[in-house]
């Protein structure tokens, strides 16, 4: 079952700063075991993990050599090409490291590290240049919710973003209520609704509703296996990025599987 727009749903884990190389290793052997067990079908729903830039490697080595069908992400970029930029990851190194999509403007690069729209824009260009997928994260803090309502900032920063994304370009958009994120208390799917509704209708405002209609928009905050279900049932809302749970194999399987606890899936 796809989503409306024939949009396959993408359920992606994002380990944070979370597992040496040797742990993920093990975590990405135990999910495969647990999808492979329950038969489960990547062309229906696709499932991506973000792990930390010292785990690319071996996690790409392990998918390549046992021809697992999990797309393999990125957490950040720089937004330079190569050069006096220490520290730095440059695109380029992640796509010959065949990672297919990279987070932007996560709510933890914004907050903790300061990062404002016009380096998320940079940072988004740079993952397009390199023949990668951009996943714009935007979402509101509690402080933006009481001020000005759910969807206002995400708005503006989805906005921001895309102006200097060339036509045509591929993304995902990653709305995540900062107020969600790890606090065991997310949105309702409702809400999350909502708000996914008014970011594809500002698309559709920027790109033209064709852009609008293949665009994936996934939900992230305090995402699990006993509400992924809610959140997916929605028009609007194309999967999930999920944090803690993704480190758990078994869990973050349940949260793939989400089809199954969808009446008529």
Request: glycine letters at 10%; hydrophobic letters at 45%; one cysteine or more.
């Amino acid at each position: 079952m796809s989503q409306a727009g024939g949009r396959v749903p993408l359920i992606a884990g994002n380990w944070k700063m979370n597992l040496d190389h040797l742990q993920a290793i093990g975590l990405v052997q135990k999910l495969s075991w647990s999808l492979k067990d329950v038969k489960h079908d990547f062309g229906a729903v696709e499932v991506a993990v973000f792990p930390p830039f010292t785990d690319l490697r071996s996690v790409q080595t392990l998918v390549a050599a046992d021809k697992l069908a999990l797309r393999l992400g990125a957490q950040d970029v720089s937004p330079n090409q190569t050069g006096a930029f220490t520290g730095d990851v440059a695109a380029s190194f992640l796509k010959k490291l065949e990672v297919e999509h990279v987070l932007v403007g996560h709510s933890e690069r914004r907050h903790g590290h300061g990062e404002g729209s016009d380096l998320i824009a940079r940072k988004a260009r740079a993952v397009h240049a390199a023949d990668m997928i951009p996943m714009i994260c935007v979402g509101e803090t509690a402080d933006d919710l009481s001020e000005h309502g759910a969807a206002s900032v995400p708005l503006q920063q989805l906005t921001e973003v895309l102006a200097d994304l060339p036509a045509g370009a591929e993304f995902v958009v990653a709305y995540e209520p900062v107020w969600a994120i790890g606090s065991g208390e997310a949105a309702s799917p409702e809400q999350a609704e909502d708000v996914c509704g008014k970011l594809r209708a500002r698309i559709s405002e920027l790109r033209g509703e064709a852009d609008a209609d293949r665009t994936r928009i996934l939900y992230g905050g305090s995402v699990t296996s006993l509400n992924v279900a809610g959140f997916l049932r929605q028009a609007n809302i194309d999967g999930a990025l999920v944090g803690g749970a993704s480190l758990d194999a078994t869990e973050f399987s349940r949260i793939v599987q989400f089809k199954k606890h969808v009446t008529g899936a």
